[in-house]
Nanobody, 124 residues
Framework: QVHLVESGGGLVQPGGSLRLSCAAA????????MSWYRQAPGLERELVAFITQTGGRTNYADSVKGRFTISRDNAKNTVYLQMNSLKPDNTAVYHCNAGVYDGGTYYPGRADYWGQGTQVTVSS
């Protein structure tokens, strides 16, 4: 059974940092590209960053480039999102997803390849 469990969210002041983790189980982690999405109230879920199976390629939403870093540890079946210089509009529920990278595009995995999410709130 597939499990993706996010952690590391919380309340942080603008300009602060958080490191999110997503622990995976129930599938061959190293065979999947991984990603982080976020969903703010009233908005659609958006792709924040993805990383290929070996970590050889990463991609970021324009709004987070230079501030967020996605990484993975295949030995620990975990993907991370380091978030620096956080802004209030980064407030959202952050979800990890196990998907497929093909032809330069990330394709999200189906329902059971989503985690439940972790809340990130950026506020003074």
């Amino acid at each position: 059974q597939v499990h993706l469990v996010e952690s590391g969210g919380g309340l942080v002041q603008p300009g602060g940092s958080l490191r999110l983790s997503c622990a995976a189980a129930g599938f061959t982690f190293s065979s999947r590209a991984m990603s982080w999405y976020r969903q703010a109230p009233g908005l659609e879920r958006e792709l924040v960053a993805f990383i290929t199976q070996t970590g050889g390629r990463t991609n970021y939403a324009d709004s987070v480039k230079g501030r967020f870093t996605i990484s993975r540890d295949n030995a620990k079946n975990t993907v991370y999102l380091q978030m620096n210089s956080l802004k209030p509009d980064n407030t959202a529920v952050y979800h990890c997803n196990a998907g497929v990278y093909d032809g330069g595009t990330y394709y999200p995995g189906r329902a059971d390849y989503w985690g439940q999410g972790t809340q990130v709130t950026v506020s003074s």
